[in-house]
């Protein structure tokens, strides 16, 4: 019984969203939020870099 508690929520969304999502609209919601996490990605990868070149090369130091 404590399985099936567990199982069915997630096996309504899943007939929910299969029921009411055409596969276009699925696959264009999943590609949005893919866009979204790659940029973000890539400004998080570009800030550090940055950070590492500028402890690399004295920044911050005071003379």
Do not use: H
């Not at 009411?20 to 999943?30: K, M, N, P």
């Amino acid at each position: 019984m404590k399985t099936l508690s567990r199982f069915f929520p997630m096996a309504v969304v899943a007939l929910f969203l299969t029921l009411f999502l055409t596969s276009c609209e699925a696959i264009g919601d999943i590609f949005a939020a893919g866009a979204y996490t790659g940029i973000i990605g890539v400004i998080v990868v570009i800030a550090i870099i940055i950070w590492v070149v500028s402890k690399l090369f004295g920044g911050g130091r005071s003379s």
